[in-house]
């Protein structure tokens, strides 16, 4: 079944400001790595119509996206290798967004976790678009017949909606027309937690600047957070078992294990017995070796928006391509005249 398409992945990521470890262990690394194993055709998107659903400032919105740019190619997305560009550059995310709206139920978006936590309890007077906010990421992925979604955990829930959208549209109008997508949550840092709880997901919204590694933290700032990380009295453990009821301890561990390109049980296989006075200046060495090159790069791109907007211009030109034929097929099926 799934020979019919070609093996393409998507992915993208919101430019509401401030990247985070998060993103990059859980996002933009993984990004790279299926971007570097030449077994598929990668796309990779600022998601600024996704940014709007809350108010966005128009000179952070533009900053913010060049930002991001600059933070994909710093991680590793070679512009040439992969599709890299920001949403609304190519309309038809948009119009098939707008199709899905119309194939997607309201009970479907209302049983959204992410809907509900944005929301809180004022929901009526959150934006439409918020509200329907999934079903345009469907539109995202599907509008490229992407098969494969690399995300953290926490877009899981989106992307079985994903697959409820593309199945009803396929039942609706009885064709086998948009794939059955494949989430990709894999790796040990899917859900990168919080510094200072390891009960919370580590995010740029948290008030507490100490509670992440943003990805423009300097190399202090970077061992500092790590060196200030909440941590219990114990020492860490010899296997994965016994990091069961110590969430600080094991995102540590899972940090360490996702940076170094390793596993938690190899990284325990090490440092198992030893103290978090020995580990967390391993983990702040290893954290600044990695991270503060991406943050000098990315200062670096930001130097020339111009060439940013280029490879952005570039990108979105390349993403029509692909874009433009799936669209006219959709309005052929559902009966569109032209
Ligand atoms: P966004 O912008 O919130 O986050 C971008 C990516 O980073 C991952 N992520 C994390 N992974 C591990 N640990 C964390 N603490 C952490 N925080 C964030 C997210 O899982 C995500 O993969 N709805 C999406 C953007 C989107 C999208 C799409 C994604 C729009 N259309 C189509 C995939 C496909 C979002 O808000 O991601």
């Known amino acids: 079944m799934a020979s019919q398409y070609t ?15 998060g993103n990059y262990l859980g996002a933009m690394k993984r990004f790279v790595d299926m ?53 609304s550059q190519v309309p038809e995310h948009a119009q098939l967004g707008w199709v899905f709206n119309c194939v997607a139920r309201m ?27 999934p ?7 599907l509008i490229y017949h992407a098969t494969h ?22 039942n609706d109008y009885g064709v086998d027309f948009f794939p059955v997508t494949e989430p990709v949550i894999e790796g040990a840092a899917t859900r990168v937690m919080s510094l200072r709880d390891g009960s919370k997901k580590m995010s740029k919204s948290d008030p507490s600047d100490m509670s992440r590694i943003n990805l423009t933290d300097d190399a202090d700032a970077i061992a500092k957070k790590i060196k200030k990380a909440k941590t219990d009295p114990e020492a860490l453990p010899s296997d994965v078992d016994g990091l069961a009821d110590r969430p600080e301890a094991r995102n540590l561990v899972n940090i360490y294990a996702a940076l170094a390109d390793s596993t938690p049980e190899a990284v325990l296989a090490e440092f ?3 103290q978090f006075g020995a580990f967390k200046p391993a983990l702040g060495d290893l ?37 433009a034929p799936i669209l006219a097929k959709t309005y052929e099926i559902i009966g569109m005249v032209r």
């Not at 570097?36 to 952070?60: K, R, S």
């Not at 992410?114 to 929301?119: L, S, Y």
């Not at 079903?135 to 992925?141: F, K, P, R, T, V």
């Open 107 to 133: 009970g479907w978006m209302q049983r959204m976790t992410q809907w509900k936590d944005k929301a809180g309890k004022n929901s009526q007077n959150a934006s439409l678009g918020l509200f329907g906010y």
């Open 149 to 170: 979604v690399p995300v953290g955990e926490d877009q899981k829930q989106h992307l079985e909606l994903t697959r409820d959208i593309a199945i009803k549209f396929n």
């Open 35 to 87: 971007q570097n194993t030449g077994d598929f055709e990668t796309v990779y998107c600022m998601v600024d119509l996704h940014a709007i659903t809350v108010w966005q400032d128009p000179q952070a919105l533009s900053r913010n996206t060049r930002e991001l740019c600059a933070g994909f190619i710093a991680s590793g997305i070679d512009p040439e290798k992969s599709i890299l560009f920001n949403q």
């Open 287 to 323: 954290a600044v070796s990695k991270l503060a090159p991406i943050s000098a790069e990315m200062s670096r791109l930001m130097d020339d928006p111009a060439e940013i907007d280029k490879i952005l211009r570039r990108g979105a030109e390349r993403g029509r391509e692909i874009a």
């Open 7 to 21: 093996p393409r992945v998507f992915s993208g990521i919101q430019p509401s400001g401030g990247l985070t470890l």
């Open 135 to 141: 079903s345009l990421m469907a539109a995202d992925i």
């Open 272 to 274: 198992g017995g030893q």
